[in-house]
């Protein structure tokens, strides 16, 4: 389906991407993490074409994206912010978007609208943030794309609204099979939705795993020693997730027999293993080199 193959890209004389490359399954939610600045953001643009890339290519069923312009209606990219429709109402919108994206189903678009209780007739700008996703996405769900790339589509609204959103995500690709890369710095929201999750340091892409993985990799372990052994932890390189007095949590990868029997000779006190969040080990992945 679509295929990043060796992306490059060099802002301003600063590399945000360097030989990224992944691709995307029919009806997959797919999860792009990475720490401010990792350049998220960039790659949706890229894959939109929006901007190009300095090496590497951007293929829809091995067809580059810049060579066949129809092929681009089958992407639709929704930013942060959508400043376009500022001006236009919902029934203004559908006017200019309906002869550029011939498959606009504006039966189920108004469906949508009226299902969340959305004004066709309130500019966009006057509506609130949350307010403000849903009818960025039932837009984009409308114009019937095979891909949809979605940037921070649950941030600053409520949990009611998040709800709603991410359910409107699952049923759209339930019912369709579009696939979805989303980026998101609300975590549990990709653990409940995405199926692969990779993550964007360094310039590159890293850790592409299925989310089920991800937990059965890792797990977090409750210790209690009898002395403060924190500098000892931290010259192992054991990514510690809380810590108080002589009681860490520590988050350890299921295989890795060195780490355990390192930790198990220190002889601790308590020994709790738990199930790990995306969070944790998010936190442990890019809070290492501020925090320990």
Known sequence: MLEVRNVSKTMDGEQVLKDVSFSLEPGEIFGLLGRNGSGKTTLLRLIQQILLPDQGGI???????????????????VPIRQSFYDRYTYKQLIRILKPIYPDFDVTYANELM????????????????????QFSLIVAFAMRPEVILLDEP????????????????IDEVADRQTSIIITSHRLEDVERICSRIAFLEDHTLTGLTDMEEVKENYHKVQLAFEEDIQLRIREKGLPILDHTGVFYTILLEKQNEEHRSWLKAQNPRIWNELPVSLEEVFIAKYGGKRRW
Do not use: Q, W
């Open 59 to 77: 293929f829809y069923g091995n067809v580059p994206l810049d060579k066949n312009p129809d092929l681009k209606r089958k992407v639709v990219y």
């Open 114 to 133: 009226n299902r969340y209780g959305l004004s066709e007739t309130k500019k966009f700008r006057d509506l609130s943030t949350g307010l403000k996703k």
């Open 154 to 169: 649950t941030d600053g609204i409520d949990a009611v609204t998040r709800h709603d959103v991410l359910e409107l995500m």
